[in-house]
């Protein structure tokens, strides 16, 4: 309750201090906002909490999950300056936009009644769609109204599928055993929704063009925070009604039609946020793969925490890059010598998200891959690993690009405000989570199955 | 101590990274004391005062941090740490980042060598790629990006699927744990153990490596840093014999009896193929790619005949290969130095203004060919011995590579050194003096009282056999 409270309070001081006080100052707050919560979230760490009568449940599993969000919402604040603060952005609003979104990905994660989850997941989305626009210009201004639309049309399917489910089970509350041709297509509607917040293919179209087309900070925070808050709302819907049937199959559709599309589809992009918004495809498909087995809570929280540091540090290091055009891949040459903590962290980066050891993404990958493997799905980890090879190629093209291509002009970047502190910070932990894998891992063991 | 030998070598590497300037300096005092850990260690194993040590990495998910010296392991570990040692004080004029990323890559080798639990060695064996793949990448030539992504994409699609191999070893052979003491009581049979065989064995002879897998190790070589230390390292990362030895045979003894024969007929295949195809080449390194991977397939064959003496003499052409062929990269490094090229036509007659360039070579090359005495014949030796009891016709065919090895090898010594017209070339300075006499040094000492290490492999390796259902 206290995070719900910190974070709740955290959206409305940032709304107004805006209109006083210089952005810096809602910077701070957000920041200062988002730490609470995380601290509010740590002090009753693996206990479940009710309140509103059983909408609002504070359980391990979100605590998991809402952690990830804090981690990508602070790691889009910290990396926010640079070649965008010298062009008047970030605005106030991105600030509280942010703090918005992860309020909205909060509830969406911490109930159990499919009418909050809608409500947190416009909370989660509106903030996003203002946000991909707010560069004012051409390609924001798409973005933002290919995130909306489709994005519209999500939240209908998933209403649509709200309404059978009531028709079938008479209420809103998951966990509730239904059957019968309405109740499959309840459930089917409500997964597809969220599949589309989630970018599974073949429900990812937007992904690719609102990265891109996204400020690269905005782009940082959807891979991260608002993956997490819809994965979360997945595995919970997905839980209460088991993976019996055509659920089955159609999981393990999406997720071989994820891993495999999302990574051949980067392996032909030229541009750095469009490959690393496929690969974010991709990653999904992996985070899924979990949901095959008896207990995939901890392994998808220790997942997605691994990629939010992961992919965070990437969208980082390219927001100093970027300046509103995207980075071609030619644009990264020399990176090591233009800043040698971008070149660390771009390296650290790409090597945890191609899942090598001894980083953090590799034991991401580890943890889902046993979690299906304890469901006894073999084939599934043999070919959802064998796509990681293929995106292995293209991680290796991205690092070859900023690290192996010689080069002679090497204008130097600095870094300057809270960036040089969010890179480090995200290098740090990649490494040390890497090495110490129990020391992240312990945070999510607390989480107890989800409830049925 | 086992823990210090671990993790010195990549402390000192990270500061070689940072201090650039004193790079060469702390990469050899690092390797120095990690050689000198190493000989305690070794001695420390043969009085059998090495202990197991566990410790939980990630309990929930079975996963520890086990590391003891075994027999395997330890005579593995100590060609690593004479031949990096050797390698960074004969590779002096490398970037400095080189070389902390050799002593990184030490590091992730005696790692690995050390590991009692498949997903450490996992790990270690994953990680070691990393320094492997910056080295490549870094400084290598003007075609590393192709040789960089052929190497990367073969061993990644080797060890990927073996992970979904070890996921399925464990739940389905219903291990406790990933510790190799409680896989080996949980051995996986069946349609699923083949499987799994099959994944194992995909990610060992890529590192081996085993024809058709070894189409990465030519460009792999060619591409890499001219000093030659790159080589030296990566011929000790070929760690596939040692993978199968430790991590594949004793847990799936019957997969493994169904895939003998073809296993057999490829390490064949590899060995003679690589040597016809050694005969060929006119680059040094190229030379050496196809000479080492024929070795490969010899020891390939020894531990595929499934008897101990096969087994022992695999392992023991490892340690012995890592030794020679690492040395024999650096000496063409040192080559490369005085000649800016690798290629072995324009050289010839080096014999009469540099004798001890030639004598070096002379002794690192039937080392090669596996002259008795030097460190190459006691391991060619047993693998016959051992192919010999499995398959006669087989062992033919190793003996006809390993005469080949005195063409090729031989060969291209003549070329350079005594073919005429006469070429003038600096004689053996002071460093390489050095490196020289600790090179020939380690291989007289394999080669004339080899009992020192067969002993302890002995003993591991009647345990894989017994595993393994046969012994006798």
Partial sequence: MTALLILFMTVLATTFAGF???ARTTKALTL?????AGVGLALDWGTTFQAFEGLYLLDPFAQGFTLVMIVGGVLALLADCDVHERRGWPPFEYYALVAFAVLGGHVMAATLHLGVVIVGLEVLSIPLYALAASRRDELGYEASLKYFLLGAVAAAIFLYGLALYFGATGGFVLGVAGEGLIYSAAVMMLLAGLAFKTALVPFHWWTPDVYQGSPTPVTLFMATAVKAAAFAAFARVLASVGLGGPVFYALAALVLLTVFWGNLAAMVQGEAKRMLAYSSVAHSGYIAVALFGPNPGPAMGYYLLAYALSTGLAFAVLTQLDEGRGVRLGELAGLWSRSPLLGLGWTVALLSLAGLPPLVGFWGKYLVFLEAARGGQYLLVALALFAAVIAAYYYLKLLAAALFARTEKAAKVTLSGSTPVGIALATLLVVLLGVLPGLGYGLFTAAAALPK | MIHVAIFLPLVFGVLALLRPTGARALGLLGAAVTLVLGLFGYAAFLDGASAAYSAPLLAEAGVYYAVAWDGVGAVLMLAVVITTFLALLAARDVPPAMVGLTLMMESGLIGLLAAQDLVLF?????????????MLGLFGGAGRIRALVKFAIFTLVGSLLMLAGILALRYLGGAPSFLLADLADHPLGGVAGRWAFAAFLLAFMVKTPLFPLHVWLPDFHAENHPSGLADAMGTLYKVGLFGLFRWTLPLFPEAFALFQPWLLALAALTALGAAWTAYAQTDWKRLLAYGALSHMGVGALGLFSGTPEGAVGAIYLLAASGVYTGGLFLFAGGLHRRFGTLDLRPTSG????????AALGLILVLAMVGLPGLSGFPGEFMNLLGVWQASPVWTFVGFLAVIAAAAY??????????????????????VEWQWGALAVLTVVFMGVYPKLFT???LTAAETLVAAMGGGR
């Avoid at chain 2, 996992?122 to 910056?134: D, G, N």
């Avoid at chain 2, 080096?350 to 360039?357: C, D, I, N, Y």
Wanted: without cysteine; negative net charge; charged residues 10%.
């Fill in chain 1, 32 to 36: 200062l906002g988002l730490v609470a």
């Fill in chain 1, 20 to 22: 006083f006080a210089p």
């Fill in chain 2, 409 to 430: 090898a031989l060969g291209a010594y003549q070329q350079i050194f005594h073919n005429a017209p006469d070429k003038p070339a600096p004689d053996l300075d002071a």
């Fill in chain 2, 455 to 457: 002993g302890p492999l």
């Fill in chain 2, 350 to 357: 080096l014999a009469k203004s540099a004798p001890g360039l």
């Fill in chain 2, 122 to 134: 996992y790990v270690f064996f994953e990680a070691t790629l990393i320094p492997s793949l910056l």
